[in-house]
């Protein structure tokens, strides 16, 4: 799960706000894709889940894992709000940031739905010691949004979210069909 988190927080620290979206979005859909492809028959002649494909969307993914009860709703409303934040960055032509309306709405709901995420997050960096807390406030989503601003908080709501299907990929045992091809 740590992996899972670092590895999009990092790779996420450097790119516009463009590229977050949607590096952070194609990072979800390909530890979903990891997850549903366990619980598949393996084939060698085609990947339904490529691109293009039968089930190769990310919104076709969603519906399945939660169709297979691997997911909750908490998280297929989570995936489903960064796949269509992909959605608006990658086909738009119009430049979108952290502070267009529609982006900060639908990134704000993020945030709300992943609040334990995000309180248990500054617990965590509270009890280590870092100083977020001023003059008696209460820890919350919106001190930490304040604290670490739209973009780096987004990334650190997709670590986690990513972080989660990690752990659900090493949970999920592969299916062993009964019978030969």
């Known amino acids: 799960m740590g992996n899972g988190f670092r590895d999009v927080v990092t790779a996420l620290r450097d790119e516009s706000d463009r590229g977050t979206i949607v590096l952070a979005a194609s990072w979800l859909d390909e530890s979903l894709t990891n997850i549903i492809k366990k619980l598949l028959k393996p084939s060698e002649k085609e990947d339904l889940l490529s691109p293009g494909k039968a089930?190769?969307?990310?919104?076709?993914?969603?519906?399945?894992?939660?169709?297979?009860?691997v997911i909750n709703l908490h998280l297929v409303k989570s995936l489903t709000i960064c796949r269509k934040l992909r959605n608006d960055f990658a086909h738009l032509s119009s430049e979108l940031s952290f502070s267009t309306p529609s982006v900060k709405d639908r990134v704000e709901n993020l945030f709300t739905l992943n609040e334990s995420i995000i309180s248990t997050m500054g617990e965590v960096l509270l009890s280590s010691g870092a100083a977020i807390l001023e003059n008696n406030?209460?820890?919350?989503?919106?001190?930490?949004?304040?604290?670490?601003?739209?973009?780096?908080?987004?990334?650190?709501?997709?670590?986690?979210?990513?972080?989660?299907?990690?752990?659900?990929?090493?949970?999920?045992?592969?299916?062993?069909?009964?019978?030969?091809?």
């Open 55 to 69: 089930l190769g969307d990310f919104g076709t993914k969603i519906m399945l894992a939660d169709r297979l009860k």
């Open 137 to 181: 406030e209460k820890l919350s989503t919106k001190l930490m949004h304040e604290t670490f601003g739209t973009k780096l908080l987004f990334h650190y709501t997709c670590g986690f979210i990513n972080g989660g299907l990690a752990a659900i990929l090493v949970d999920t045992e592969e299916i062993n069909p009964s019978f030969s091809n």
